[in-house]
């Protein structure tokens, strides 16, 4: 009897602790907006808006305005900058390609390229189209000859021919398919190639292939008079306003801008909680590819995947001159979160600490 007892009470308080930790993962809209109001105040950026869908609806949190000297409120349809989260949606292209077969994600880079463009090698292996999407190509971080001539926007004169001389010259210091690494420069080159083999630019074939099918009508790379009106100045870490950033050759590792609510769009279609024609190419995506350096971090097609505290959480970030951003999937309870802030200060952990409260928040130093 006292082991049945035992063994009731161990049950309990296993309930509890769920209860506990669903809570804190579920916190009111109130909650989330102290939280925010704290981190403009401490990583000074002027806004961050926060989105969480799941399957009882979603909603948005925001707190801050679009600049300094704006007298607008950020919210849902505030638009900015995505950096990395871009290489999802190359991703997407890539598989969903593969799913219509437009080509193979084991095709090798060459068969897309000029035949003028020498690719890189390593004991007889070819870099494929999937090493790209999963990081594993062993191109580097950045392009070797990346030299702006603005650094306060950096890709704008990368282009195809500078990339296709990158190639040509570079000498792989590891096996292909190996090891991860992360690389601009690789899904980069894969955005450069699904627009070779469609003939189109990168910004028609994602709103083409992705936004349009989603409904997302605010996610883009070339702005509008409409969208400079709900533009979020990006702030450096001085504190100062920053351009925006143009891309050329590279424009499928970073160039896309978005707001909360169409990502809130997409991360609905990426949970499963509607289905689309993407879905399938979603769902392969999300299945772990490779391991990192990072105990407990994997890599999907386009997706980091945690794997910690008894959890699965699917995700990237992003980050440019003046802009960071996150989205995060947790499949299992059919949860996401989306933030967006104008700042350089990271907001992975407050992504990370909604979708699961063990994920600790980062501790400012208080004057």
């Known amino acids: 009897m006292r082991r049945i007892l035992t063994w009731c009470l161990f049950v ?3 309930f509890i602790a769920a209860a506990i ?3 804190q993962q579920n916190l009111s809209s109130d909650k989330i907006k102290e939280l925010i109001k704290q981190e403009v105040d401490h990583k000074r950026s002027t806004s961050i808006v926060v989105g969480i869908i799941d399957e009882n609806g979603k909603r948005v949190i925001s707190y801050g305005k679009l600049s300094k000297v704006s007298g607008i409120q950020a919210d849902g349809n505030t638009i900015y900058e995505i950096g990395s989260i871009t290489k999802v949606f190359t991703s997407l292209l890539l598989e969903d390609m593969a799913e219509h077969g437009e080509l193979n994600v084991n095709d090798p880079v060459s068969k897309y390229l000029p035949k003028s463009v020498k690719i890189p090698t390593k004991d007889g292996k070819e870099i494929i189209l999937i090493d790209l999407s999963t990081q594993t190509s062993g191109l580097s971080r950045m392009p070797s000859n990346f030299k702006p001539k603005d650094f306060a926007n950096p890709f704008a004169d990368y282009t195809p021919e500078k990339l296709y001389e990158y190639l040509s010259s570079y000498k792989l210091t590891r096996g292909i398919g190996e090891k991860y690494e992360y690389s601009n420069t ?3 080159l894969l955005g450069h190639i699904l627009t070779l083999k469609t003939g189109t630019d990168y910004e028609t074939l ?4 992705i936004c349009e099918p989603l409904k997302m009508t605010s996610t883009f790379i070339t702005f509008t008079p409409e969208f400079k009106k709900r533009l979020a100045t990006g702030y450096n870490q001085n504190n100062r306003p920053v351009k925006n950033w143009d891309f050329s050759a590279l424009a499928g590792c970073g160039a896309l801008k978005s707001t909360v609510n169409d990502m809130l769009l997409f991360a609905e279609a990426n949970l499963g909680l509607v289905k689309t024609n993407l879905s399938p190419a979603m769902e392969k995506m999300q299945q772990t590819q490779h391991s990192t350096t990072v105990p407990g971090l994997f890599m999907g097609m386009g997706w980091h995947i945690w794997k910690k505290y008894d959890k699965e959480i699917i995700w ?4 440019t001159g003046g802009y960071r951003t996150f989205i995060g999937l ?3 309870n059919k ?3 989306v933030v967006f802030s104008n700042g350089t200060s990271g907001v992975d952990d407050i992504g990370l600490h909604l979708l699961e409260s063990k994920f600790e928040l980062t501790k400012f130093q208080t004057k």
């Open 186 to 188: 690789g899904v980069g």
């Open 21 to 23: 930790s669903k809570a």
């Open 330 to 332: 947790d499949k299992q």
């Open 335 to 337: 949860r996401a979160v």
């Open 316 to 319: 990237h970030n992003g980050g």
């Open 206 to 209: 994602v709103r083409n292939r």
């Open 12 to 14: 309990n308080l296993l």
